[in-house]
């Protein structure tokens, strides 16, 4: 079956340590994109990236990092520097590119990262 | 981008039709309007999107305003799977990366 997706599902990790959450999608898509969401609250944009070897940040970059060596691969670094971590962690992807269609974004299942 | 205002929570019985409200009053000419949905702990989905004409399709229909300033996104019968959050986007459709603000939504319960 096409699609995201992210591991692991629920991720804790001591204060001061750096975390890599994955995200991986067979849609053949261009673009890929990482969100945080707290509790009640909305997504908001960490890092973005439209095409291999590319990423943009988003409205809250500082405290992560990404890289996109591989089209399926846009793995999230959390690390030490991201003051207050703990949330859940959304990866997506849409076709992007020129292909003139509507870029529906298509999300994963998300990863609960919890810091102690 | 414009702004969207959408109510904070909203019930509906199962089996009625779900009408759920976003004002954009500041939209632009080229921005579409988009709806997803998240449910408790997943991923957001996208349901339906337009720019001017309603729009109907599976699992929902877009009615918007003739100036374009609001939308409402009806569940034609709504069921207790559809008990999520609804969020209203208004973007300029562009090639490449389309990012998109998910703003707090409408959190919407349908009741037994």
């Known amino acids: 079956d096409g699609g995201i997706t992210q591991s692991p599902k629920y991720l804790f990790r001591k204060e001061g340590q750096n975390v890599t959450l994955s995200c991986e999608q067979n849609?053949?898509?261009?673009?890929m994109y990482w969100y945080r969401q707290d509790p009640g609250q909305g997504l908001r944009l960490i890092y973005y990236?439209?095409?291999?070897?590319?990423?943009q940040k988003g409205d809250i970059a500082e405290g992560y990092s990404v890289s996109r060596e591989k089209k399926e691969s846009f793995p999230l670094t959390v690390t030490s520097a991201q003051k207050n971590p703990t949330a859940f962690y959304l990866c997506?992807?849409?076709?992007?590119?020129?292909?003139?269609?509507?870029?529906?974004?298509?999300f994963g299942p998300g990863t609960r990262l919890t810091v102690l | 981008d414009a702004k969207t205002t959408q109510p904070t929570s909203m019930d509906c019985a199962e089996g009625r039709a779900a009408n759920l409200p976003c004002n954009h009053s500041?939209?632009?000419?080229?921005?579409?309007v988009y709806w997803y949905r998240q449910i408790h702990s997943q991923g957001p989905q996208y349901i339906i999107h337009?720019?001017?004409n309603n729009e109907t399709n599976e699992m929902a229909s877009l009615i918007i305003t003739e100036d374009r300033k609001s939308s409402t996104l009806i569940l034609p019968h709504a069921t207790l799977r559809d008990t999520a959050v609804y969020y209203c986007?208004?973007?300029?459709?562009?090639?490449?990366?389309?990012?998109?603000?998910f703003g707090t939504g409408t959190r919407l319960t349908v009741i037994p």
């Open positions: 500041t939209i632009s000419g080229n921005e579409y």
């Open positions: 997506a992807s849409s076709p992007g590119g020129g292909s003139g269609s509507f870029n529906e974004q298509f």
């Open positions: 337009g720019l001017k």
């Open positions: 986007i208004v973007r300029a459709y562009q090639t490449g990366a389309n990012n998109l603000f």
């Open positions: 990236s439209q095409i291999v070897n590319d990423f």
């Open positions: 849609l053949n898509h261009d673009a």
